[in-house]
T-cell receptor, first 114, second 111 residues
Framework: KAGVTQTPRYLIKTRGQQVTLSCSPI?????VSWYQQTPGQGLQFLFE???????NKGNFPGRFSGRQFSNSRSEMNVSTLELGDSALYLC?????????????FGSGTQLSVL | GESVGLHLPTLSVQEGDNSIINCAYS??????FIWYKQESGKGPQFIID?????DKRQGQRVTVLLNKTVKHLSLQIAATQPGDSAVYFC??????????FGSGTRLLVRP
């Protein structure tokens, strides 16, 4: 069974641009979460989707958005990129996203903003 | 507010010794805790989990201990191997549908 797949693996953008990251969850998993990982802030929750609905959102500006498709695949978008958006963006999936479920993570997309 | 933290940012152990990684959490209502291992260039990998109605849970070479009285979590790795070198994160369930991660401990295994 394939794991969580994230594309692209690496991305270089310049300030002001926008970026879209993609995530394919484990087959059968309906909950997809996104996390930002930086050396200074660690792993921070961005948002969670289940059945195409955002159920929870972290403390990030509106430039960060996401969506989930009917096949559970998810995308996140960052508009008007800032230098501080440089980070590893991790996608995780679980069956239902309930409180006592473990998350399975992809390898992430390393975003560098120049 | 909710927070999960670690006492030691870096832990260096001799190959073959046991490792203990500690974690403090602040939300006494948290019901579920997970340990993840992250190797360079990879996403966090699930190691072991424990629910709040348990004090101890064992896996293959790993044991997680939960002390709810002092809100403390630990990960014990028996007979530490070079392949165990990584950053270890504890995480707890915070508000709905998200995990709150600690800052991480880097484990270095000396040959």
């Amino acid at each position: 069974k394939a794991g969580v797949t994230q594309t692209p693996r690496y991305l270089i953008k310049t300030r002001g641009q926008q970026v879209t990251l993609s995530c394919s969850p484990i087959s059968g998993h309906r909950s997809v979460s996104w996390y930002q990982q930086t050396p200074g802030q660690g792993l921070q929750f961005l948002f969670e989707y289940f059945s195409e609905t955002q159920r929870n959102k972290g403390n990030f500006p509106g430039r960060f958005s996401g969506r989930q498709f009917s096949n559970s695949r998810s995308e996140m978008n960052v508009s008007t990129l800032e230098l501080g958006d440089s980070a590893l963006y991790l996608c995780a999936s679980s069956l239902l996203g309930t409180e006592n479920e473990k998350l399975f993570f992809g390898s992430g997309t390393q975003l560098s903003v120049l | 507010g909710e927070s999960v933290g670690l006492h030691l940012p870096t832990l260096s152990v001799q190959e073959g010794d046991n490792s203990i990684i500690n974690c403090a959490y602040s939300n006494s209502a948290s019901d579920y805790f997970i340990w993840y291992k992250q190797e360079s260039g990879k996403g966090p990998q699930f190691i072991i989990d424990i629910r709040s109605n348990m004090d101890k849970r064992q896996g293959q070479r790993v044991t997680v201990l939960l002390n709810k009285t002092v809100k403390h979590l630990s990960l014990q790795i028996a007979a530490t191997q070079p392949g165990d070198s990584a950053v270890y994160f504890c995480a707890e369930t915070g508000s709905s549908y998200k995990l709150i991660f600690g800052s991480g401990t880097r484990l270095l295994v000396r040959p």
